[in-house]
């Protein structure tokens, strides 16, 4: 007899997932200072540090959506938890620059199964009536993980709580996910539609997909780039940079709720277009302010990604259907392997301002600062160029609404 699949039981399950994910993000954030003391690590290594994570989430998404069909969400999130336990351990007894290296790649690693697996087969427990509802209700704990993950971090670190001590936090939502999902069953894969391999490369090789890949690069680095390097960046700005984070996707969270409507009467293009315009005034802002300021331009910020990484997903579905799932992994996994690249390049630009400031006499937190907005100007480039790229997407693609979105296409994009 089958055993009855408790829909319920896997979405909880699916949403601690994605807020492991979160939490590795922002508290991961929050210990760089600390990190960087206690193994003399300097910001260009700590780049390659987060570099690791960013790297191992695309290379597990996109095989996650080759053999989703094939072997099931199942087996998926059994190597998640795997890898997310190794990681988080690993990290904890790193003893230096290598041994942090190695267990951000398996935390990363764990974080692009949980996508793999888990927007499809929420997929493949709802109806149709349902599905666009839950996908909102699951993708919202990524920016809402953040703010937790961000507020934990803050107050775990102003009680002089170690750095160990917090990354052992991550256990919490990974002992809870595991838990829920053994023993359990799951959905069938929907093979149906664009499940072709042939046929999903053939549309990834078209010049609209190719287009839309380099513009997600550069959507993945607009939005991870300032969030990832907040607490090193802003420390000197006369704002709380963690309460800064925890604002900036507390925005975001409520905003992704609403991405539906909100592409709906703007259209996708539009969303993109008009993202990139409030990331660059939000870029700006941070480079520029001090103070209570800089939660005005969190805000700002937080609205210009807001709608972005979605939406791009849900342009692929719509514009390139052929590409399926496959081909919309391939989009969210190039937004995490541009920003793995460009890590270390974001801690190479804070050690050269450092220096060239240092040698103009500033020193303490008056040096830390003007580092810190000089390496913010430099990272405006990204949404600058995007804005230049969603124009030109504007007059060669139109500006479709997203309520026309083939359902079985919607509900296998992997979003963040």
Request: neutral net charge.
């Amino acid at each position: 007899m089958a055993q009855t699949i408790n829909s319920s039981r896997l979405f909880n399950a699916s949403c601690l997932a994605i807020i492991t994910t979160a939490f590795s993000f922002s508290i991961r954030a929050g210990i760089l200072p600390q990190l960087a003391t206690e193994f003399g690590l300097t910001a260009e290594q700590l780049g390659f540090i987060n570099s690791m994570f960013f790297f191992g989430f695309p290379i597990s998404m996109v095989i996650g959506g080759i053999v989703y069909h094939s072997i099931g969400p199942k087996i998926i999130m059994q190597v998640a938890v795997v890898a997310h336990t190794v990681g988080i351990l690993l990290t904890i007894y790193a003893g230096g620059y290598m041994g942090l290296l190695i267990s951000t790649f398996f935390i990363g690693f764990g974080n692009g199964c949980t996508e793999a697996a888990c927007n499809p087969m929420i997929a493949d427990m709802y109806t149709s009536s349902k599905l666009n509802k839950m996908l909102g209700r699951f993708h919202m704990w990524f920016p809402g993980g953040i703010v937790i993950g961000s507020l934990i971090s803050k107050f775990m670190t102003d009680a002089g709580a170690s750095w160990q001590t917090q990354i052992w936090v991550l256990m919490i939502p990974t002992v809870i996910y595991a838990f829920l999902f053994f023993g359990q069953a799951f959905p069938r894969p929907k093979v149906e539609g664009v499940t072709s391999l042939a046929k999903n490369f053939q549309a990834m090789l078209t010049p609209l997909y190719i287009f839309i890949f380099c513009c997600m690069a550069l959507t993945a680095i607009t939005e991870f780039g300032p969030n990832q390097w907040v607490n090193v960046v802003l420390n000197s700005s006369g704002a709380d940079p963690m309460l800064v984070l925890a604002l900036t996707f507390g925005v975001m969270t409520l905003g992704r709720l609403f991405t539906g409507p909100v592409v709906d009467v703007v259209g996708q293009t539009g969303v993109l277009l008009g993202g990139a315009f409030l990331a660059a005034i939000g870029i700006y802002l941070f480079s520029t302010v001090t103070g209570p300021a800089a939660y005005l331009a969190a805000v700002i910020f937080g609205l210009g990604v807001c709608f972005n990484w979605p939406t791009v997903i849900g342009f692929v579905a719509q514009r390139v259907p052929l590409s399926g799932a496959l081909g919309m992994s391939i989009i969210g996994g190039v937004g995490m392997l541009s920003t793995s690249i460009f890590q270390p390049f974001i801690g190479s630009w804070i050690d050269k301002a450092h220096a060239e400031y240092a040698a103009q006499g500033l020193s303490g937190s008056a040096l830390e600062l003007a580092a810190g907005q000089e390496t913010l100007s430099t990272m405006l480039t990204f949404p600058i160029i995007l804005i230049v790229l969603f124009s030109v997407l504007w007059f060669w693609a139109g500006n479709p609404k997203g309520g026309h979105v083939e359902e079985t296409l919607v509900a296998e994009q992997p979003q963040l």
